[in-house]
Nanobody, 124 residues
C-alpha cells in the first residue's frame, strides 16, 4: 500500500519542541519533494515548509522561519520537521505530502501522496 504516515504530534507547552516524522510506505521517498502543511480549525490549509528530493533546497513560510527545520533521511525513507519555540498559533493538524514534480508542485498545493495528519496542540 502506497502511503505517507506522520507521527510525532502531541501536546506541548508554549516554547516547547516537537519533531514530526513523515515515513513513506510502498514507494521510494528519495524521488519526491516533500512538503509539510497544516490546517487549524476554521482556517485554510497552510504550506509551511518543503524540501527538494535531494535535500539541497528548502523553503519555509514566514510564520515558521527560524523556528522550524525540515530535513530528510532518504535511507530511512523519512522526512522530519523539527519544531522549536512553539506558539499557541502553531496548533493545527500537520500533514506531509510528496510531489514527484518537485517544489513547484508543492508550492501550488499539488502532491501525489498525502498523509493522514498528526495533531499538534500548543497549550499552557
Amino acid at each position: 500500500q502506497l502511503q505517507l504516515v506522520e507521527s510525532g504530534g502531541g501536546l506541548v507547552q508554549p516554547g516547547g519542541s516537537l519533531r514530526l516524522s513523515c515515513r513513506a510506505s510502498g514507494f521510494t521517498l528519495a524521488y519526491y519533494a516533500i512538503g509539510w502543511f497544516r490546517q487549524a480549525p476554521g482556517k485554510e490549509r497552510e504550506g509551511i515548509s518543503c524540501i527538494s528530493s535531494s535535500g539541497d533546497s528548502t523553503n519555509y513560510a514566514d510564520s515558521v522561519k527560524g523556528r522550524f527545520a525540515i530535513s530528510r533521511d532518504n535511507a530511512k525513507n523519512t522526512v522530519y520537521l523539527q519544531m522549536n519555540s512553539l506558539k499557541l498559533e502553531d496548533t493545527a493538524a500537520y500533514y506531509c505530502a510528496a510531489a514527484i514534480y518537485g517544489l513547484t508542485s508543492l508550492r501550488a498545493g499539488v502532491a501525489d501522496y498525502w498523509g493522514q495528519g498528526t495533531q499538534v496542540t500548543v497549550s499552557s
